[in-house]
């Protein structure tokens, strides 16, 4: 089975600075998709980047970047220019492409992310 | 606009009562999720369904029910429900198995 380890719980970073989070996955798949999701204190989550395993390049949404190493099985996030509403516990998550497991996201255990004004 | 709609929002059980978690979807998604969400935890899944009718269990299944006898909805059931059973709870739809998860807001849920 998947695992997704978050290994840093928290996190906190000062407005307009840089701040990386970690996350490392372990599996025995070559084709797979990565995601990082937000969730802020209303407890919504939404979806801030995704990651093809078959795609060498990094993905970017904005000020939102990942450092996808594929050897490594990890998968950080780079949030660049931190803002307040950027504050929010942090998931990353795995989906296989095929089979059973590509029914399933598999969450990491998430990092709570405090940006200092 | 609605999207993904659970309720209730908030419900406090005691041990051994029985309850039902009712999870809503207008996008016409196949796949839908239950996932509960535990402090150093993240998420786990629950159950999870492929389509009208079906049902698998997920990684965390012992203790809860689920039917999705229509498309739009999926229905978390406990039957006997137990402290260890106190958490947030989450459902997610998607269109296909590689499109982002729509969630709802989570049902806090409190058993005494």
Redo the contacts between chains.
């Keep these: 089975a998947q695992t997704?380890t978050?290994s840093q719980?928290e996190m906190s970073v000062q407005e307009a600075e840089t701040v990386t989070l970690s996350c490392t996955y372990d599996t025995s798949e070559s084709d797979y998709?990565l995601?990082w999701y937000k969730q802020p204190p209303?407890?919504?989550?939404i979806?801030v980047i995704?990651q093809e395993a078959y795609k060498q390049q990094n993905a970017t949404e904005n000020r939102f970047s990942v450092n996808f190493q594929k050897a490594a099985k990890s998968f950080s996030l780079k949030i660049s220019d931190s803002q307040l509403g950027d504050a929010a516990m942090y998931?990353c998550a795995y989906?296989s492409?095929g089979g059973q497991g590509?029914?399933?996201?598999?969450?990491?255990?998430?990092t709570r992310l405090t940006i200092n004004p | 606009n609605a999207g993904v709609t659970q309720t209730p929002k908030f419900r406090v059980l005691k041990t051994g009562q029985s309850m039902t978690l009712l999870c809503a979807q207008d996008m016409n998604h196949e796949y839908m999720y239950w996932y509960r969400q535990d402090p150093g935890m993240g998420l786990r899944l629950i159950h999870y369904s492929v389509g009208e009718g079906t049902t698998a269990k997920g990684e965390v299944p012992d203790g809860y029910n689920v039917s999705r006898l229509k498309k739009q909805n999926f229905l978390l059931g406990l039957e006997s429900a137990a402290p260890s059973q106190t958490s947030v709870y989450f459902c997610a739809s998607s269109r296909s198995y590689y499109e982002k998860l729509f969630f709802g807001s989570g049902t806090q849920l409190s058993v005494l």
């Design positions: 997704v978050q719980p998709y995601f209303s407890r919504q989550m979806l995704r998931f989906r492409a590509a029914q399933k996201l598999v969450f990491g255990q998430g």
